[in-house]
């Protein structure tokens, strides 16, 4: 069975940087396009970013875009969240999740396994 493990949350002031890292085991990391999405309670879950297989196409959602990159590393199996100029309505659990497709999606039903989450709580 696929694992994925984030890390890499924490508390950070508005206007700060938060790194996320998701480690994956237990499937072909490279065949797969990784997505990252947030959820604050009583809010459905949202798309934040997405990366293609080989990592040559990215995708933000409109919130995000230009303040965090979606990157990865093949040989680590890793997929990273950089955020920057974080703002208090960032504050969510952040999950990863992997697509058997090597083409991203912003759509939760397209991604086949997900991680637990880590909190990222950014104050004002």
């Known amino acids: 069975q696929a694992q994925l493990h984030e890390s890499g949350g924490g508390l950070v002031q508005a206007g700060g940087s938060l790194s996320l890292s998701c480690a994956a085991s237990?499937?072909?990391?490279?065949?797969?396009?990784m997505g990252w999405f947030r959820q604050t309670p009583g809010k459905a879950r949202e798309f934040v970013a997405a990366?293609?297989?080989?990592?040559?196409?990215?995708m933000y959602a409109d919130s995000v875009k230009g303040r965090f990159t979606v990157s990865r590393d093949n040989a680590k199996n890793t997929v990273s969240l950089q955020m920057n100029s974080l703002k208090p309505e960032d504050t969510a659990v952040y999950y990863c999740?992997?697509?058997?497709?090597?083409?991203?999606?912003?759509?939760?039903?397209?991604?086949?396994?997900w991680g637990q989450g880590t909190q990222v709580t950014v104050s004002s």
């Open positions: 999740a992997a697509r058997s497709s090597g083409y991203y999606s912003s759509l939760q039903k397209g991604y086949d396994y």
């Open positions: 990366i293609t297989w080989s990592g040559e196409g990215t």
């Open positions: 237990q499937l072909t990391f490279e065949h797969y396009a």
